[in-house]
């Protein structure tokens, strides 16, 4: 039967290096602890409950999910995209950093409020909390979409999904849309998920900063 770090190593999709890394030990540390010829030390279990969301419960008895509260993760991947086998994305909070142009012109400026742990999707450069219905049921209010900046509007893949911040009349609107080809020259077109939600064209002038969505995580609640 393999052992509990093993399962959780399989369920992550990491190596035993990659693993051994988060954890703060060598590979081959790792692979005896596997074995069982080395025990799991209280900080290394410490570090797979807090960082990595395992169930605590399960470690003791074998009983329940792997994982407490385990994350849906969305990829929203491209065929030129090469995926990363662990990353730590820093999580933002919007309303702290004062904006996206603040944080996208100099993120080390801002201090994140949390690290998303995360195999297996593109490299981002950060992450936020999605706020309204336009994307629902796609991206719901309290959800985390995963950002690679962009710097300029001519780097757009026309109809993928893009995070946003829009001038209007001076004031700053983030939101999540996809981007289409307008007619109206100088403009682009966003398109929302949600019907309800009309779809508008906006001057390329007015975006002042943009980024493109590499995944979207959503909690899910244990009953």
């Known amino acids: 039967m393999s052992s509990p770090l093993k399962l959780i190593r399989k369920e992550l999709g990491l190596t035993q290096e990659e693993l051994g890394r988060r954890l703060g030990i060598t590979k081959s540390a790792l692979s005896m602890i596997e074995t069982g010829k080395q025990a799991l030390s209280e900080r290394n279990k410490n570090i797979l409950v807090q960082d990595l969301n395992v169930n605590p419960d399960w470690f003791d008895t074998g009983r329940g999910p792997i994982f ?85 509007i001519d780097d757009v893949f026309w109809g993928d999904m893009y995070l946003l911040s829009i001038d209007i009349d001076g004031e700053e609107y983030v939101t999540v849309k996809y981007i289409q080809r307008s007619d109206r020259p100088g403009h682009v077109r966003l398109v929302s998920q949600n019907s309800y939600h009309a779809d508008k064209d906006v001057a390329v002038s007015k975006i002042r900063a943009i980024a493109l969505i590499k995944a979207s995580i959503r909690m899910n609640s244990m009953h």
């Not at 730590?88 to 919007?94: A, E, K, T």
Request: charged share 15%; proline share 12%.
């Open 68 to 152: 407490n509260a385990p994350p849906d993760v969305k990829p929203f991947v491209r065929r030129t995209d090469n995926t990363v086998p662990f990353q730590s994305v820093p999580l933002y909070n919007i309303e702290a950093t004062a904006g996206l142009v603040p944080l996208f012109t100099d993120s080390s400026g801002f201090t994140p409020v949390d690290h998303i742990h995360i195999p297996n999707v593109p490299r981002c450069d950060g992450a936020i909390y999605v706020a309204g219905d336009s994307m629902y049921p796609l991206l719901k209010s309290g959800d985390i979409v995963l950002y690679k900046q962009i710097n300029n």
